[in-house]
């Protein structure tokens, strides 16, 4: 397939790390130089839906297409205040599609597999057209008098479109189940039956073993979908990582041996949208005119499970 159009909407609420400072044992000087996070967007009063619906309505503008000719939604989410129905099938109603949609939650690496689904239905003779909307509120996770976890994340929602097309050079997929270094637990409605005991945790964070499960993956992912496509990390002209830590670009980085310009990053702003980074980053490159025809790009994210993947593509 080939990416034929991107979007992406932020919430209006920006907020500081200094504005953190007011309520929480922290401050700019402890928050910037280890995470990269000067400030973030957050949901006050939006719905997370109708970013979503907004970002996929941008990215069909983009590819110049309407919501009738799409032949699938995929939609990557943690949370959002729906358990059910799915948020594609929201997107759906909200843009005026009638294809069939499907949610996925694969964490921070939500894009990457979505990227998967759709190039293995393409190459199936399934569909033409795909829409993958990337939507999340981690904020909405986190105990907001946690230091260790709140000052890393943002909200936002990443869309991009994909038409028939040889751009999707290859992706790498891997998972390592590690469910006690990242995870937040919720109870479900009681029942006159339940006997178990059930706990509410927010987002809980082992963030060195995060750290290090990050570089490992990462760095692997790319290397092995570069080497699939015959080529090395000097022949990429961008590498768009996932923006949980600036650290951890860095060492990706240092990793690759390539040079800083090679690095888009808008942590320092947006914080950690979770799936959303890729598609928000992507959206932002492009409408910035950093990519030129012909330019090879790496995607590569890594999140909860733990799960991690990498994408090829040619602009
Ligand atoms: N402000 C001030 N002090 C803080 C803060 C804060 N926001 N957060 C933690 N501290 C303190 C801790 O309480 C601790 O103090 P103590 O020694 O008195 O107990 C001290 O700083 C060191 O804490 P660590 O957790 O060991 O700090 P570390 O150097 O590991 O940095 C960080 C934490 C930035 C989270 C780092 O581990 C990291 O970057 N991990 C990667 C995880 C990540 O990026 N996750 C993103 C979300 S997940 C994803 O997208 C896949």
Not at 115 to 127: M, N, Q, T
Not at 300 to 313: D, E, T
Request: charged content about 25%.
């Amino acid at each position: 397939m080939k990416i034929s159009g991107t979007g992406s909407v932020l919430p209006k609420k920006v907020v500081t790390n200094d504005m953190l400072a007011e309520f929480l044992d922290t401050s700019d000087e402890w928050i910037y130089p280890r995470t990269g996070v000067k400030s973030r967007h957050v949901i006050s009063d939006e719905k997370l839906e109708d970013m979503a619906i907004e970002a996929a309505k941008k990215a069909l503008d983009d590819a110049g297409m309407t919501a009738s000719e799409l032949d699938f939604i995929i939609c990557s989410n943690v949370v959002n205040e729906y358990i059910t129905p799915q948020l594609s099938c929201i997107i759906q109603g909200g843009i005026g599609a009638t294809c069939p949609c499907l949610d996925i939650n694969c964490a921070c690496a939500g894009f990457i597999y979505a990227l998967d689904i759709a190039e293995s239905h393409y190459k199936a003779g399934r569909v033409k057209n795909v829409l993958i909307v990337c939507a999340e509120e981690p904020t909405r996770m986190t105990d907001w008098s946690d230091r260790r976890t709140c000052v890393l994340f943002g909200d936002g929602a990443g869309a991009v479109v994909l038409t028939p097309g040889d751009n999707i050079k290859g992706i790498s997929l891997s998972s390592a189940s590690a469910t006690d270094k990242l995870y937040q637990i919720r109870t479900l409605q009681p029942t006159p039956y339940i006997t178990k005991e059930e706990v509410d945790i927010p987002l809980q964070m082992k963030g060195q073993d995060v750290f290090k499960f990050a570089v490992k993956a990462s760095s692997s992912d790319i290397t092995k979908v570069l080497k699939e496509n015959g080529i090395t990390a000097d022949d990429v002209d961008h590498v768009l990582l996932h923006q949980a830590n600036i650290r951890i670009i860095n060492a990706i980085r240092d990793y690759l041996e390539q040079p800083a310009e090679k690095f888009p990053t808008n942590i320092e702003d947006h914080g950690n949208s979770s799936s959303s980074c890729c598609p928000i980053l992507l959206d932002e490159c492009r409408r910035k005119g950093i990519f030129k025809k012909g330019d090879k790009v790496v995607m590569s994210a890594f999140g909860a499970g733990f799960v991690s993947g990498a994408a090829l593509f040619e602009w």
